[in-house]
């Protein structure tokens, strides 16, 4: 444990972190982050976040230690089959479709930093695709809410907040994309699988899932 963070996995190029809600991911000088709490682990001060979380999203995080470690994560990444990244998302309603993928063509407003789904390709605009499944439903007088699996095939600026907001089905507690305030951001890393630079599978789970929203709900932590 390292100024609230815990270390998940390390090696000489590698730092593994559960990412606590609130820190920026990269480094700054104006509000706290994950790079100015654990520079300490980097080589010569190197470390270089490989999988970004947006500030309010905890979970699992990959940092590179070394330059070799940052230009192997950063090509890895682009092979689903070695590399892959898995969230828990509460959304507020329940979908229609209980799995399947997401398509959509996204464009960052970088002066809003807020992403938008589009209808045509045009300069600033990036494909976007998940695979998602619905793992539980939660229904009363004043809720309707699902608990989700995401699987991410491309990794764009608030991709999962943004692609089912634009569905009618915004992350509960992500005021941005119309999810309320009333809750912590439902939006949890919660698995990555990958081969670090010498090889080694590793498969790493936050320990946040027993936190709200995502306690809200049951469901099995089987490893799909």
Known sequence: MTDGIKILYED???????????LLSEQSEKAP????ALLSHGENGFLSPITRLDREVAGVMLLAKTAKGAAYYSALM???ERFKKEYLAVITGKMEEKGGELYDLLFKDSAKNKSYVVKRMRRGVKAASLAYEVLDEKEDAQDSLSLVRVVLHTGR?????VQFSSRRHPLLGDRKYGGGDAYPMGLLSYRLSFQTVKGKPLTLVSEQADRLPFSLFSFPDAEK
């Open 12 to 22: 000489a190029d590698t730092l593994v972190i559960d990412k606590p809600a609130g």
């Open 33 to 36: 982050s994950v790079v100015n």
């Open 78 to 80: 682009s092979d689903r």
């Open 157 to 161: 600026t608030h991709q999962i907040r």
